[in-house]
């Protein structure tokens, strides 16, 4: 019988193996879920629910919109409820205001390794009475935006061979609707520039994707199926209305 070496009998040194590999995997668990992750877009609709969402999942998240004080009420229920966030101006047509937003969110938290890009809003009207002002407006917003904020963060992704672009599309990408000629347009060369992303970074470490959700129950996406799935007069009615109450019309319409 080889010698115990003043071990007690009885003693298997395989349970503590097991939990140093335990505290070592759960070591590494932590550093890749808490991830640092921006969120443009972020003070109301969809991107205020992927940046709560993030938090809620581990991501310290900078939270970046026009409306930075919509941002601010979120991060203090996001800090509320245990999570890290904090909240910085944003406007995605300013390439100074992006890399500002970029520069500080990085200091705050670290390396950033997650981007959603989301801002935006719509300028609803048929294409021929639509001046060339109002399109280009929409493009700046929901592709060149979203290109600004991708340049912003991909330098260092592609450097560290780690990251997520994540770009919110719209389902008018693939099927466009009246009265949403420049969103759709805006949204559609969105698609093709993601997928030219996904090409050109393969074999980087840096992946990119889109979604297209469709009909949302936002302020946003209420104007949207006003629009879309209703007649003109109750457009009408809801534009005298005023912006607030586009959800009640929606809804009553529903019902």
Known sequence: TPPDHGRPRGADPVPFVLLFASLVLA???LWWIARPA???GASSGIGAATAT???AHGFPVALGA???EKCQELVDQIKAEGGEAIALPLDVTDTASVENFVAKATAALGDIEVLVTGAGDTNFGRLHEMST???AQQLQIHLVGANRMARAVLDGMVERRRGDLIFVGSDVALRQRPHMGAYGAAKAGLVAMVTNYQMELE???VRAG?????????GMGSVFVCVTCMCDTLMDFCNLLGQKWYTIVLTSFLL
Do not use: K, N, W
């Open 53 to 55: 969402a993030l938090a």
């Open 27 to 29: 070591a590494v668990v």
């Open 203 to 205: 074999g980087t470490g």
């Open 210 to 218: 889109v979604v297209r959700p469709g009909q949302t129950l936002t």
């Open 66 to 68: 026009r409306r930075v």
């Open 133 to 135: 002002d109002e399109f």
């Open 38 to 40: 921006i969120v443009a």
